[in-house]
């Protein structure tokens, strides 16, 4: 059985419905990341687990114990959940030392446990070295990890963290994230992770939440979520992607933009609208014609980018519809180009509208 499950649970503010109906049950120990573009209800999804809003519907239950219902939550304090904020939220004027041993002061731990155990997750998190500065003598990273090693001494039944690396420089967040998942690998706490970045999700997460305003639209592992879309927001939010707006032709076939896309996967629109999603890497560029009925389109070269690692083109199909393909560095074909796309069948995903 899961561990902490949202049931129906809705927020709103005046007339927006901000969580609207989510449903959602997670396993102990797992790493869920709830993902989507800003303003569509992740940090006010962390805030009602947490106990910090009050839900006006449904409910959020951890073991089966119900903690929030409209209009009565258990408040925060008594939740046994460490939050940790997007700007660390540090005391100033305590050392790393006593910012990580706050909270077991708090719970009125002997002198003695608490020196060893700040002084276990201090090494745990590099900051060993660090335990007598203030927060202000620190970087953006060292703060962040003081932030996480104050939210795990406390061991937390629960632990969310909402965009916990966007003050960081790239770099720094490359590694915080590598970091996040080992010690989750070491500690195994069950935690919701708020961010709207994706390759950041797909790094930490076992299991991917996308939300798209107030709702979730799926929930799978990060592979399932990018190889598996269900809808067009999934595939464009994860990855990047070229959607062609037709109507199913029946077989497996979507005729759109005057080109006839045989799917290898995906649900195909009852109604006959479907969608075709297929990433940009997914898609062949050449100047001669590939030797398929369908699945080609002919097109024209608008611009082509060298980046290196490969090349990034835009082309233009006949209706006028554009098309992004990332190509080897290999092909380079100059833009006023005429050439040929081929489409492979099993990378195309047909998703009902
Ligand atoms: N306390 C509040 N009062 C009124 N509106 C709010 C409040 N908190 C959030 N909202 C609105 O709810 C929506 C979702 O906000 P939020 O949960 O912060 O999104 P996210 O974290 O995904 O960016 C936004 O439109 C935001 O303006
Ligand atoms: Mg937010």
């Known amino acids: 059985m899961a561990f902490l499950e949202l049931a129906n649970l809705t927020k709103r503010y005046g007339a927006a419905v901000v969580v609207n109906g989510v449903n959602l049950a997670i396993d102990q ?7 989507g573009p800003s303003g569509c209800g992740k940090t006010t999804t962390l805030r009602l687990i947490a106990g910090f809003a009050v839900p006006d519907g449904g409910e959020i239950r951890v073991g089966s114990r119900v903690i929030s219902k409209a209009g009565a939550a258990k408040p925060p304090e008594r939740r046994n959940m460490s939050m940790i ?30 020196t060893k155990q700040v002084g ?11 335990a ?25 039944q629960i632990l969310l963290l909402d965009e916990p690396l966007s003050n960081l420089d790239a770099n720094l967040r490359e590694e915080i994230r590598f970091e996040i998942r080992s010690l989750h690998d070491q500690y195994r706490y069950t935690t919701v992770y708020v961010t709207h970045d994706q390759t950041e999700a797909m790094t930490t997460a076992d299991v991917i939440v996308v939300m798209n305003q107030g709702a979730i639209d799926q929930i799978g592992s990060p592979e399932d979520i990018y190889k598996r879309p269900l809808s067009e927001f999934v595939a464009r939010f994860i990855g990047g992607t070229n959607i062609f707006r037709g109507a199913n032709a029946g077989n497996d076939h979507v005729s759109a933009d005057g080109v006839v896309l045989q799917c290898g996967s995906g649900e195909f629109g009852p109604s006959g609208e479907t969608a075709v999603s297929i990433r940009h890497h997914d898609v062949k560029l050449s100047e001669t014609q590939p030797d398929f009925t369908s699945n080609v389109a002919s097109a024209m070269v608008e ?16 209706t006028g519809a554009t098309v992004r393909v990332v190509s ?8 006023g180009r005429q050439v ?14």
Not at 303 to 318: A, F
Request: charged share 20%; aromatic share 10%.
């Open 120 to 130: 276990a997750i201090l090494d745990v998190t590099k900051l060993g070295a660090l």
């Open 303 to 318: 611009r082509q980018i060298y980046l290196g690692s490969h090349r990034d083109y835009l082309v233009r199909l006949q």
């Open 29 to 35: 120990g797992k790493l869920v990341c709830l993902l």
């Open 85 to 114: 904020f997007q700007s660390y939220a540090l005391w100033p004027h305590m050392t790393v030392f006593e910012n990580v041993a706050y909270g077991l002061r708090l719970r009125r731990l002997a002198e003695a446990d608490i």
């Open 132 to 156: 007598q500065r203030y927060p202000g003598e620190l970087s953006g990273g060292q703060q962040q990890r003081v932030s996480l090693a104050r939210a795990l001494v406390v061991k937390p």
């Open 328 to 335: 080897d560095v290999a092909v380079d074909i100059p833009a």
């Open 340 to 353: 040929w796309l081929y489409f492979p069948p099993e990378h195309c995903r047909a998703l009902a509208r």
